[in-house]
């Protein structure tokens, strides 16, 4: 489910180098289904909550709150790089670094030397 993409690893003076990583992208058609259904249940739940005693003072504005984050994060989600493997543009080992949600800017330290790497995909601007 994931694709294979090149990498540039980055540090702050500008020295670069090419990694690969593995990016996984959700489906639009899943994150759309996801937030409406969470969307949906959250009102349910929020006018059911009217009729429990002092929940009613808490749940009606919290799980529609908690609700709105969670849909804001799934469909501004531009997906995850797993496996990510270059030579470090530091110390020039080969390295594993860490992966997570893709984000501008992406910063990792390299495992051997504990210098900070941007991590940036090669397609993107
Ligand atoms: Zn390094």
Redesign the pocket.
């Known amino acids: 489910m994931g694709m294979s993409q090149v990498v540039i690893l980055r540090r702050r003076n500008g020295q670069e180098s090419k990694g690969t990583a593995v990016l996984v992208v959700p489906q639009p058609s899943v994150q759309i289904t996801k937030a409406a259904v969470v969307g949906v249940s959250s009102v349910v739940l929020a006018v059911g909550s009217l009729a429990i005693p002092i929940a009613h003072f808490l749940l009606p504005w919290m799980i529609p709150l908690a609700s709105g984050i969670y849909v804001y994060s799934t469909l501004t989600d531009k997906g995850r790089l797993t496996e990510v493997r270059g030579e470090?543009p530091?110390?020039?080992?080969s390295?594993k670094l860490e992966g997570g949600a893709l984000e501008r800017p992406m910063w990792r330290s390299?495992p051997?030397?504990?210098?900070p790497?941007d991590l940036e995909l090669a397609t993107s601007g």
Do not use: P, R
């Open positions: 470090c530091a110390c020039q080992q390295v390299c051997e030397c504990g210098d790497v």
